[in-house]
């Protein structure tokens, strides 16, 4: 059984410049989410799919930010121009929409360093 | 608004003795409540939850929780600590409306020293 994976683990990237990342979630899990943790603090909600659908997005989520799911199976969340703000640890988790829907599984997170 | 605290940013404990991490939180409903550990270089693993039903509930690696509405607590313990037990640990809150996204506290360090 895989869990949720992540690509890259670590990005370094200069301030302007796109990056865009990867997650895999579990195979039978239809829902996807994405957040953010800055130092310091717990992860923040970005954003959630169930299947391809992007269903809702925080306020955290600025235009710089886009996220898609094609086909409901992996998902990428994009940012653009980025800026020194965006350094974080951005995290995958998926589960499913069933009795257990409100567990979700968390990625090992793709840590982003702007610079 | 919805929000979770966890009022210890650090905690030292040493190893073999009791632990106990406090969360509180604000929410409108019935919460449902998370305890998530996440260790250097990893994801958030998740240590036990709360439904409904036994307010105390058991979770992996011997930790259990206690859910006492009056408080709008739900704190996690261990009788025993590990050494391997040091890591970082969250509570959270759900479900957020539609899409059951999750509330996270800022998270409480554990150190334990031998």
């Known amino acids: 059984d895989t869990g949720v994976s992540q690509d890259p683990r670590h990005k370094i990237t200069k301030r302007g410049q796109n990056v865009t990342f990867r997650c895999d979630p579990i195979?039978?899990?239809?829902?996807l989410y994405w957040y953010r943790q800055t130092l310091g603090q717990g992860p923040e909600f970005l954003t959630y799919?169930?299947?391809?659908?992007?269903?809702?997005k925080s306020r955290l989520l600025s235009d710089r930010f886009s996220a898609e799911r094609p086909k409901g199976s992996f998902s990428t969340l994009e940012i653009q121009r980025t800026e020194q703000g965006d350094s974080a640890m951005y995290l995958c988790?998926?589960?499913?929409?069933?009795?257990?829907?409100?567990?979700?599984?968390f990625g090992p997170g793709t840590r982003l360093t702007v610079t | 608004a919805q929000s979770v605290t966890q009022p210890d940013i650090h905690i030292t404990v040493s190893e073999g003795a009791s632990l106990e991490l406090r969360c509180n939180y604000s929410?409108?409903?019935?919460?449902?409540l998370f305890w998530y550990v996440q260790s250097p270089g990893q994801g958030l693993q998740l240590l036990l939850k709360?439904?409904?039903?036994?307010?105390l509930v058991q979770g992996i690696k011997g930790f259990e929780a206690e859910f006492k509405r009056s408080q709008s607590s739900f704190n996690l313990r261990k009788p025993s600590v590990h050494w391997s037990d040091a890591a970082e640990y969250f509570c959270?809150?759900?479900?957020?409306?539609?899409?059951?996204?999750?509330?996270f506290g800022a998270g409480t360090i554990l150190r334990v020293k031998s």
């Open positions: 988790a998926s589960s499913s929409s069933g009795l257990d829907s409100y567990e979700q599984y």
């Open positions: 195979s039978e899990h239809n829902r």
């Open positions: 799919f169930q299947n391809e659908a992007q269903l809702e």
């Open positions: 929410y409108g409903a019935t919460p449902y």
């Open positions: 709360y439904f409904s039903g036994d307010t």
């Open positions: 959270a809150v759900g479900p957020m409306e539609y899409g059951n996204k999750l509330v």
